[in-house]
């Protein structure tokens, strides 16, 4: 029973909690026998839920919450004052080792803040950036900081691309990821203060393999493995990728129901379309990282599903075989970059 | 043949000069009589274009320009060395009046600095931005300032949303056209230090109907008709625009040659899509102005055909005659911004 890596999971956030979360940790703890998942949430409400299903017993328990966060609350103020809210039992646990990794697709804010404020970072890590998976033709790209320093100064950004590599390396098995960081021009020249002062100190960055600078046309090529930016260009980068994506595929199903001869044909190129643009969804590898924090935190979007809650678990557990604290706390306390 | 509008039109500018180039002037000319297109450019080459089409002879006049500025070239270094080039003649044509406007295909940066040093800024404005349009699902939006003004000041964001709704109201004929700021949540208290300046400004101004925050994610949905952002932030938003579309249609092609069946089913889905897709195009609008100056300089797709250069200088006719300059000049001049 130590040995097995312990997750907890917030079974009321996201627009299908409890039933979704409920059915992912059962799929999670199916797949892999030396977990064992802590569902939080209003006990009532998962337990019917979890009546549903036949797992193993001892894999899931629940944990009671009495409140709940949602996701329009001022996030200092929800941290603060539900201190029996399904995000806060949460972090509290794995604060107090309890849990190894805690998986939420509750509010985005009160995830970053309960990160920060009660799990608290690694000694050495400045900042924790939120660092999520976007979909390219290649793959997956690790976007790195989408989270809530908005802001940051270059030093965040070299721990940013440190610790995005040792997560690509180690967690999606990319070997020497390609590090570059979003710009407005391939130049070195180019760019804003921030990113012109931080090219060189990544250029000169022993532990990561930096290719440059992107520019976001090139982002879903796939040209690089972390792609670093300060939060609010990675947040819009996050953002716009997901509303391109839903206006072209909306404006593509409305082509097709133009006229009869295009609804027939319609028909006939669906199955192929769709296998092909399941290509284009990062959910498949999980959710968001809270990374550089005592633990982990895993934001998976609020729309999350099943399989999304499943895939965020199994991936808790990679982070946790990988040892990839150990390896932050020891690539970041060692940097040249920290004095 | 005083009252011409006059247009000085870059023919070396661009991947397809001066082909192209010389087409649109043609076809511009074709739909204006009250209108002469200046063609700037290696005259052999210009001419031997020319004589390809039928015009109104005294429409149309060849300048010579001996040199190119590449777009791989320094933008200030191009500007001060290559004074016979088409786009220092171009500019130096608006800078004495000897046009009205200035359209060019070439290269972005000669373009923005030649704009600023050579034509000039409108007396009160502090910087001109680079305003494309953008395609939503409901239209166009105007996307403010997507340019070289990087690390821009508050009292920067608020001229360019005066600009920016003088230019929709005007030239694009939207009536009180919505101002938002890009920022990475709906509330107020949301966003960077440079947004949480500017979003009060704004909220106060006058002339312009805020009507507050834009998600990256709403942008495609055509919330708003001017957005309104520092010129690395819109720089990111044009390009993963353009990056995201792209790929997502490289791969709906993919998918639909995948087997035979979706083959035949993209046959019949083929001209419908199209139409569809076609509305998702700013091209149709014309390029890129760039407001603020003593003067029209518009940017079009380093890409660009012949009917976007056509457009282009139609655009400019417009901007002419609507007299969005010296509306500029008197609201940038009267403003409580300006002290």
Redesign the interface.
Known sequence: MDEMIKIAVDAMGGDHAPAEMVKGAVGAVALRQDIKVYLIGQQDRVKEELAKYSYQGTQIEVIHAQEVIETAEPPVMAIRRKKQSSIVLGMNMVKEKKADAFVSAGSSGAILVGGQVIVGRIKGVERPPLAPLIP??KGVSLLIDCGAN??ARASHLVQFAKMGSIYMENVLQVKHPRVAI?N?GAEEEK???L?KETFPLLKNCPDINFVGSI???????GEADVIVCE???G??????????????????K???M??F??K??????????????K??EASEYGGAPLLGLNGLVVKTHGSSKAKEVTNSIIQCVTFKEQEINEKIRKNIGTSPMEE
């Open positions: 390219t033709k908005v802001d979003v407005i760019g804003n203060a990113v520019e976001a046309r090139d982002i879903p090529h939060a609010f260009v947040n819009v980068i996050l953002k716009l990728y997901e509303g391109v994506g839903a206006t072209f595929l909306s404006m593509v409305q082509g097709m133009e006229t001869r295009s027939v044909g319609a028909l006939l190129v669906k199955p192929a379309l769709k296998k092909t643009l290509g284009f």
